[in-house]
């Protein structure tokens, strides 16, 4: 009987332990916690990037869009939490690639009920449709059109979601010289648009060699 009450005790004191996290602690940390059984450790880590997550979705499917596929990358976080990596601090990567896997399975579905195949196309022209009336004009959509898809892609998780090569590495399942080799060719390719995403592209590139 004495040692069921030490373990209640024991118990109730990790769990205590457990529910003092802070901003301070790291994702990694977060996540810990919620595999042990801590459900608001896993809604601190939500609230914590769902901004970021919700703007990668809705920049690339639309807000309309996104709103569901944010839900669906939150259970999916959930039910792979035991699979992070918690060697990384920060966990947005790792979001960003669930996020981004996400994406491929909404733009094959949409491909199929347009076109009856399953294959995933290039969603470049309609986020290019809406940069046009908001964010990006003239010659840099230009510039960014003539880019490969894999340029495009890394150069805007650079100057959009602010990532390093090493993250980018993460989220695309890609080895981080590809990522910076992709990089070079873009910033080559854009060099000498002074505009706003040109100068947060090679600022971000200089954060990590």
């Known amino acids: 009987m004495k040692e069921e009450c030490n373990a209640l005790v024991v118990s109730r004191l990790v769990q ?39 703007a990668y979705l809705a920049r690339r499917a639309g807000s309309p869009a996104a709103e569901d596929l944010l839900a669906d990358v939150w259970m999916a976080a959930f039910r792979s939490r035991a699979s992070f990596d918690a060697r990384w601090d920060s966990a947005r990567p790792w979001l960003f690639g669930i996020a981004r896997n996400g994406l491929q399975k909404h733009w094959a579905r949409l491909h199929r009920e347009v076109s009856g195949e399953g294959e995933v196309s290039d969603p470049w022209p309609e986020v290019d449709d809406r940069l046009a009336a908001s964010v990006i004009v003239g010659n840099l959509s230009a510039a960014l059109n003539a880019l490969s898809r894999e340029q495009r892609e890394v150069l805007l998780l650079v100057a959009w979601e602010e990532l390093t090569p090493t993250e980018i590495a993460l989220v695309l399942g890609i080895p981080a010289s590809t990522v910076r080799s992709h990089l070079h060719r873009a910033r080559r390719s854009l060099l000498g648009d002074a505009t706003p995403l040109a100068a947060a592209e090679t600022s971000h590139y200089c954060k990590e060699t």
């Open 16 to 54: 205590s332990e457990m529910s003092t996290w802070s901003e301070m602690d790291t994702d990694a940390q977060l996540i810990g916690w919620a595999i042990a059984g801590d459900s608001e450790a896993f809604a601190q880590l939500v609230r914590r990037h769902q901004g970021p997550v919700y």
